[in-house]
Nanobody, 124 residues
Framework: QVQLVESGGGFVQPGGSLRLSCAAS????????MSWYRQVPGKERELVAA???????FYADSVKGRFTVSRDNADNTVYLEMNSLKPEDTAVYHC??????????????????WGQGTHVTVSS
């Protein structure tokens, strides 16, 4: 079955960096758009970045220039490189798989599988 397992979260000071990984299994990663979302308790889940099957990228304005999404289809892994981290980046970060193959989407309802998430805390 489809599984998405995030890792790489942790505690970091403002201005620091983290690299999140999402290990995918149970489907052909190269055929699907993948995204990273984040959620803070009491707030709606927010799209951070998306990468299409062909490598097209989308970023939320709040992370543009600081975060980079990438994928290694051979290794079945999606990454989120986060630099210049700010306290407002503190959240649980989830990776997600698009419902339809070869479809680029940034609509949360178009994702059908989610990982459990990895916690990121940015604080001095």
């Amino acid at each position: 079955q489809v599984q998405l397992v995030e890792s790489g979260g942790g505690f970091v000071q403002p201005g620091g960096s983290l690299r999140l990984s999402c290990a995918a299994s149970g489907f052909t990663l190269r055929s699907y758009c993948m995204s990273w979302y984040r959620q803070v308790p009491g707030k709606e889940r927010e799209l951070v970045a998306a990468i299409s099957a062909g490598g097209t990228r989308f970023y939320a304005d709040s992370v543009k220039g600081r975060f980079t999404v990438s994928r290694d289809n051979a290794d079945n892994t999606v990454y989120l490189e986060m630099n210049s981290l700010k306290p407002e980046d503190t959240a649980v970060y989830h990776c997600a798989k698009a419902r339809l193959s070869y479809t680029f989407t940034v609509t949360i309802g178009q994702y059908d599988y989610w990982g459990q998430g990895t916690h990121v805390t940015v604080s001095s």
